[in-house]
């Protein structure tokens, strides 16, 4: 079959996009990108053409430029370019000039399909297509083993990402020149493709020559295992999707994770880090979290977004701004908690008089009901508690929604949005300056208190 018309197939078999779509090819000038813009050309799509110059091989760049227009000229399609300060955006952000490049191209590119506010997209584009083979799939397979990126990694360069397409991947740099030979293509060749010093061309010239001495067929035999690594990807995906189900608890904007439950997981380090991944944890912090499995309790880690708290049998994963500002944890030592009502003080001592006397901004509670660390946060719906003096008939505690306590309060919207309470393993003690929960309360056989008072801000 033609090199045109598995491209066709391909485009089909792979839903990879429609005949009528409008496409915006990435064109450097090179053989790859000139051999996709006449593989459009005679399927028969509708096109148009971008190229970037970053400006780093003087002349050379410029003249890329030009022949990339006169490539515009031969399809009669128009032409987008724009031009990159490469080296001072590298230096800048003090990353290499391959990932400045990269970093450079992709945001034109989301520019130019309008995923960036403000910007018209050139006559309704729709799809970017990269001219990426199968030769370039290869190397970021290796590229991406030896840094270590995991099994996601191992599906090299994926053919539709959103709207960016790369309909060449199931052809070889060898077909592509023949097709470019039998065809009578121009191109031009970038002479840092001879250099070794980006890592890419390293893999290229010197890394998979060297083993193709041993194993002839060793570029066949990786685009075959990119083709299994996908489908291992899948079945991956889907038994860690199980496992999330299984062991994630959605509680507001936190996740809670029984500790246990976990711990009877398997493979328990690899399920560990596809949950706490996508909330900013890196590779390296797993260990960390596996720690506090078994640590005490208050113990946390953190990324950029989120902290993993260890709560007695759970870990809570919340994000950081809602841990500082709506959730504090009170751990045995701590004597003062400044938050958003006030000031919250803590004592623990032996009653040794009769029955302390209680206020709303005054609480004694029996000690040995109560274990630390505490946990003060705003309230939420579904929180319930049961109310100090609040029976059943039979003379049992009656549990009771706060949102209905807060009701029968009379608390105005505003200072229910306000309400604070104080949690032990999981049970509202103490509606913060309302009422304690009756299972907390003094009673004759107490020992040791907790006194708790609010301080409120004037």
Known sequence: MSLLNTFIDNIQKENLFQKDDNLLLAVSGGVDSVVLCELCNQAGFHFEIAHFNFQLRGEESERDEKFVQSIGEKYAVKVFIK???????????????????????????HELLNEVSGIVPPSGVRRLLTAHHANDNVETLL?????????????????????????????????ILNFAN????????????????YTRNYFRNQ????????????????????????????????????????????????????????????????????????????????????????????KYISSSTHKIIKNRNWLIIAPINTVE???????????????????????????????PISSNLTVMLDADNITFPLLLRKWKQGDYFYPLGMQKPSGALAKKKLNKFFNDQKLSLTEKEKAWV?????????????????????????????????????
């Open 182 to 197: 039998e065809n009578n293509l121009s191109f031009v060749e970038d002479s840092s493709n001879i250099t070794d010093k």
């Open 207 to 298: 890394l998979i020559p060297s083993i193709q001495k041993v194993y002839h067929e060793v570029e066949q035999n990786l685009i075959n295992n990119i083709e299994r690594f996908k489908e291992i990807k899948i079945l991956y995906q889907q038994s860690i999707d199980l496992h999330q189900k299984r062991l994630l608890e959605q509680k507001g904007n936190e996740i809670h994770i029984p500790v246990l439950k976990l711990l009877k997981t398997q493979p328990l380090k690899t399920i560990v880090y596809e949950i706490i991944k996508e909330y900013g944890f890196t590779a390296h912090q797993t260990d960390e979290a596996l720690h506090l499995l078994k640590s005490e309790s208050g």
């Open 422 to 458: 104080i949690e032990s393993n999981k049970k509202i003690i103490w509606v913060v300056g309302k009422r304690i929960d009756g299972r907390s309360k003094i009673t004759g056989k107490t020992k040791n208190i907790i006194e708790l008072s609010l301080a409120k801000n004037n």
């Open 143 to 175: 590229m991406n083993f030896f840094k270590g990126t995991g099994i996601k990694g191992l599906q090299g360069i994926l053919p539709k990402q959103n709207k960016i397409i790369r309909p060449l991947l199931f052809a070889k740099k060898e077909e």
């Open 83 to 109: 031009k990159f300060a490469t080296e001072e955006y590298a230096e800048k952000n003090k990353i290499s000039i391959q990932v400045a490049a990269r970093e450079l191209r992709y945001e034109w590119f």
């Open 325 to 355: 500002a709506n959730h504090i944890l009170i751990n045995e030592d701590d004597k003062e908690i400044d938050f958003e009502l006030g000031k919250l003080r803590i004592k623990n001592y032996e009653l040794k008089m009769e029955k």
